[in-house]
């Protein structure tokens, strides 16, 4: 598991995300430990609501990744909305 793989398989997500007015970036990938860190990013203020809870978001990304990386063991995701880091999403 790579950065580039990850990067390739975000493109569902990404996709999911721009109809609420959001987006993610890869933060870090730690293929030892099979673990993808994302920042979700909001094109402004009146989309936060818009787009889903960290914990929610962390699943759906997770699930969507898996399709291209069955390795991937958690997906942790930065939210703005929130004070810190999210937590492991792991199935």
């Not at 109809?19 to 673990?35: N, P, Q, R």
């Not at 889903?52 to 969507?64: F, G, I, K, S, T």
């Amino acid at each position: 598991m790579d950065a580039d793989r990850v990067a390739s398989a975000l493109a569902p997500l990404r996709t999911l995300l721009a109809g609420d007015g959001g987006d993610v970036e890869l933060v870090a990938v730690d293929a030892g430990a099979g673990t993808v860190a994302l920042r979700l990013l909001l094109r402004d203020a009146a989309c936060a609501e818009c787009v889903m809870p960290r914990p929610y978001l962390e699943q759906v990304a997770a699930d969507v990744l898996r399709r291209a990386l069955p390795e991937l063991r958690a997906v942790t995701v930065e939210d703005p909305r929130e004070g810190s880091p999210g937590t492991a999403a792991a199935h």
